[in-house]
């Protein structure tokens, strides 16, 4: 199937954020699938350290036109990369045959929209000059890119993690320009365990000495890699869970080799005598390949926009925030996902029963934690799909309320010996 | 009531390591309350960075020799010292006018204890010289203290969190040494969420410059406060629940002045535009207080003689490591600890009554997260008085195993979307 794909970086020209600074240029980065045909669009919203790169489509215009066209200073490499391939695509749960699907890299990332890595008008990088960003402030720039495609109301919003929270925001702000939304593994607001976590993670990076307040941006100098590592290791804790790190790691010593703490942190003389184990070995990996392509200003100024999100800021409640979108919601969320929980998708669907908004909490029942929205597209994809094309009433969009029994039950709802409980 | 109360500082002389490497004279500080009858030695084990101050108790000479006698790097300080001053005491449930009770500061820590701040013969700070330690080496070491202070048989051991782990060593270890065994908040092994997480906090200090390859005790040079608060910070979040962090934190901001990131961690201007939270503060109040009172290497040592210990090594299941063991043991967890979780005390209550010892596992049913062993004393006091003196017939103990409905339910088994599942 040949589908058409736009790559591409937007100035949307000069763009005043939430904390009331400006930039005299936003540069916006996104991929756009498919055709619009006035009514298709689906806008897809990344997450923390995702990229516009949602997919791996072949260029339309044959292989040779391939090439990655967008001028970012780090490529989609990675995680980043290609995200949700297995859920957007020709023939997939969102078929970019039938959608016109746009996902644009939000302001204060690193894959070519502006952020702290990119040069300010005096020709240097803005490091931390680069001015605060908020979720509303990446729902406004999509609004403005979506504008310049020509774009005006959305068949559907989806995003996962913050962007759900980046889906949830849209229903509250454009409230017109969303027919359907669809928050996964979100919540309205991170809870202050994981507040926590977020903020030892920042203190890792500011605690580097090559970070430096924030400039590092120099040929000579070093990364603050360290910190970004360690900060990386944090979230891939909050990403797995006690199960899945069990299946995953157990308490195996590591086959690779190298000392403890890999290649990016010292030696530790003292480690020598005690193995260096399976789960170590992953989270050194995985910082490792995180520093070749994140910043780590962006990953101060990204995790700091989602610790600020609240849907009910402004008003007296989330379903406050929720009365004026007149479309559908799809909520889903995943049980052994202690980063946003089942039980904040539940309040979530609450809310949108409260504001009379159609909504399904559809529960994935998942050992896979946080990443299982990433990991599981064969659970996501058949709801997600349904919903798309049919609304709540979709066939395979299950919902909590269906089953009085199920809502309040052991399968999601707060349990007492539970970390989510509260 | 006149307690006796001796603290000191004994030399044990030449000591081995498990690792193999040894020192020639292993210094072990210790308080002991009470009088010995030759039949009424309890040994308490401390927590990770705990001490051997259990209780504020005053000298039974009189308060003129009040004075503390250790010669430590640091004392006993902030939550070091009296850590269990409302379980232990005259008249408490660990009654010092009944029983003899000791607690010792284990090798490797930095209360009086030798460990990587002690000097080694060359007159220098040992640093990562210091032979890596493990829990069985706390036993062994806790054992020859014993034998100096002339206790044979002793009536108990009770320890909490990775005490909990070194009271399991005893009854392993000296099978015939021990009457009643009590770990509390503790398991058989660590699980590799936690692993994982203590690795990351490792990676934290041996990442601070400060840090230095273990080498930083010089007047002239600068301490890892930095990467110790980190560390720290990270065992905080363990201590806490989900639950325990709502009730305590909330989303709200702080009111104590400050700018993110306290007074440890460098100034971030691109925090200025969101709040300091209560979470942060109250997590950088605990870095910049545990830095004041603890050391980065014993961190380092004592986290993994933590991660290291597995009931089971050596044998084929924590039941056959258990067999020789005829005495009574009491297992106390609590339903919202994920540190050390009440489906782990379930496995080792399982493994006792494989070995048929008698056992009894009391579920404490509490939103304080690991830290309920520390504040919840009016609930882990009667179960633990009352098996000290009656064994698992004690009238306020409870076990799992007593209602087999409760065994699997949902009050403390695993439950799928539970970071305590797998």
């Not at 490529?75 to 990369?81: K, T």
């Not at 990088?125 to 402030?137: A, E, K, M, Q």
């Not at 365990?193 to 070093?222: F, H, K, M």
């Not at 804790?237 to 790691?249: G, I, P, Q, R, W």
């Amino acid at each position: 199937m040949s589908v058409a794909v736009d790559r591409d970086v937007r100035d949307l020209g000069e763009f005043r954020f939430d904390c009331g600074e400006s930039v005299p240029s936003l540069a916006v980065a996104y991929e756009a699938y498919g055709e619009f045909d006035g009514d298709n669009a689906i806008l897809v919203c990344h997450a923390l350290t995702g990229s516009q790169n949602v997919a791996t489509h072949r260029s339309g215009r044959g292989a040779a036109d391939d090439a990655d066209t967008i001028d970012a200073p780090h490529d989609p490499a990675g995680q980043a990369g290609a995200w949700w391939n297995d859920i957007v695509g020709p023939g997939k749960a969102v078929d970019t045959t039938e959608y016109y699907v746009v996902c644009a890299n939000v302001p204060g990332s690193c894959y070519g929209t502006s952020g702290p890595a990119s040069e300010a008008p005096d020709g240097e990088p803005w490091g931390t000059d680069f001015p605060p960003v908020t979720v509303g402030d990446w729902t406004r720039a999509q609004r403005r890119l979506l504008d310049d495609l020509g774009v005006g109301r959305l068949h559907a919003v989806v995003g996962g993690s913050v962007g759900g929270m980046n889906a949830l925001d849209w229903a509250q702000r454009y409230p017109d320009d969303v027919r359907r939304v669809v928050p996964v593994a979100a919540a309205a607001r991170l809870d202050p365990q994981c507040l926590g976590i977020d903020a030892v993670a920042r203190r890792a990076i500011t605690s580097d000495p090559n970070w430096n307040g924030g400039d590092y941006y120099g040929d000579e100098q070093d990364r603050p890699d360290q910190g970004l590592g360690l900060a990386r290791q944090l979230g891939h804790v909050m990403y797995l869970s006690k199960a899945s790190m069990a299946d995953k790691f157990g308490r195996r010593s590591a086959v690779r080799g190298g000392s403890a703490g890999g290649e990016l942190f010292p030696a530790d003389p003292g480690a020598a005598f005690f193995p260096y184990r399976d789960v170590e070995s992953y989270l050194d990996y995985q910082a490792e390949s995180f520093v070749d392509r994140f910043d780590a200003n962006s990953y101060l100024y990204l995790t700091r926009a989602m610790d600020d999100y609240d849907l009910a800021e402004g008003y007296e409640s989330d379903a406050a925030a929720l009365g004026a979108f007149e479309g559908e919601a799809l909520l889903l969320s995943f049980t052994g996902d202690w980063h946003f929980t089942t039980e904040q998708s539940e309040a979530l669907a609450e809310a949108f029963r409260e504001s009379e908004v159609p909504v399904a909490h559809h529960v994935v029942d998942s050992d896979h934690g946080h990443d299982a929205f990433l990991v599981e597209p064969e659970r996501v994809g058949p709801p997600l799909r349904d919903f798309l094309s049919e609304g709540v009433e979709g066939k395979a969009v299950s919902d909590t309320a269906e089953d009085d029994e199920d809502v309040g039950g052991s399968e999601y709802a707060p349990v007492h010996n539970s970390l989510f409980s509260g």
